[in-house]
């Protein structure tokens, strides 16, 4: 009986939740299958030397959960520009070294500035879950990765604000729009610290106005060696708000390389921005390479 050490399965497949297993199998590439109900939760009992595991365009149940003690390498995916088709999967996996998340979102999420001026409760709602489940993924099940890939999160989320009105006690709650990765990192008090993470790499990423996202993210990774910013939405450099003129404390203190791809439409003050970046991050070299 055949027992491959890698397998490839298609579009258009079922995977059953009574699937077969493999003891020998270390490589596992699903491409758009519908996986039943507690698949991954038995990948340790299924798989039990398995290493690589990618999802891509993979279908599951919403309380799915990637379960492995051997898993070391993640990479979960959607390439059909759907927003919240389903949810970010889980990760139950203690020795997982490197995540790649890719998401796209950008067809549907065009919509929201018509969203928030019109049915604002709709965007938040169908955003809420979608936004928990991928602050999970990101701060709880990567915080001990050496490597974290992140694609894609490129566009705006509507999140409730609670508004104090000047001259009253009344408090109103508004709708607003952030940057995807930034509303990953608010409303967490205190963001897990991604004391392995030696390389991050961040994709076709909105950064915001002022390179909040960027900065929270950093201020968690006291062993970071190397940043990659690939063709991310880069603020504004007229736009870009200094407060005190001082270098932020605690921003990846080790960081020794940051690399930065980017054309002139992402970023129409280029040269300011990469200054600023260069100020903060002073134990870094920074290299740009303009595409």
């Known amino acids: 009986m055949c027992s491959p050490a890698a397998l490839d399965v298609a579009c258009g497949i079922n995977l059953p939740s009574v699937a077969p297993g493999s003891r020998h199998l270390t490589r596992l590439r699903l ?41 070391r390498y993640l990479a979960v995916g959607d390439r059909q520009k ?4 389903a949810p970010p999967v889980a990760i139950s996996a203690p020795r997982l070294a490197t995540l790649r998340l890719h998401v796209h979102t950008g067809r549907e999420l065009n919509r929201m500035p018509w969203l928030v001026k019109n049915r604002s409760d709709y965007a938040f709602a169908r955003n809420a879950a979608f936004l928990k489940s991928l602050r999970e993924l990101l701060l709880a099940s990567a915080a001990g990765a050496s490597c974290v890939e992140l694609s894609g999160l490129s566009t705006a989320c509507v999140v409730s604000q609670v508004v104090e009105k000047k001259d009253c006690a009344v408090q109103a709650e508004r709708f607003v729009t952030v940057p ?111 595409v």
């Open 180 to 290: 995807l990765l930034q509303a990953i990192f608010d409303e967490v008090q205190k963001p897990p610290v991604f004391s392995n993470l030696r390389r991050l790499v961040l994709a076709e990423c909105d950064l915001g106005d002022d390179l909040r996202p960027l900065w929270r993210f950093l201020q968690n990774t006291p062993a970071l060696d190397d940043l990659y910013l690939r063709h991310c939405k880069l603020p504004d450099g007229l736009k870009r708000k200094r407060k005190g003129g001082k270098n932020m404390p605690g921003v990846a203190p080790n960081l020794k390389l940051v690399q930065i791809e980017s054309n002139a439409k992402h970023a129409p003050n280029f040269h300011e921005v990469i200054s600023d970046i260069s100020r903060e991050l002073q134990t870094a070299t920074v290299h740009v390479i303009r």
């Open 82 to 85: 759907r927003f919240d088709a």
């Open 31 to 71: 491409d758009g299958v519908t996986v039943g109900d507690g698949v991954m939760e038995q990948l340790g009992a299924l798989f039990p030397v398995l290493e690589d595991l990618e999802l891509w365009d993979c279908s599951y149940p919403a309380s799915a959960r990637v379960t492995s003690d051997t898993l």
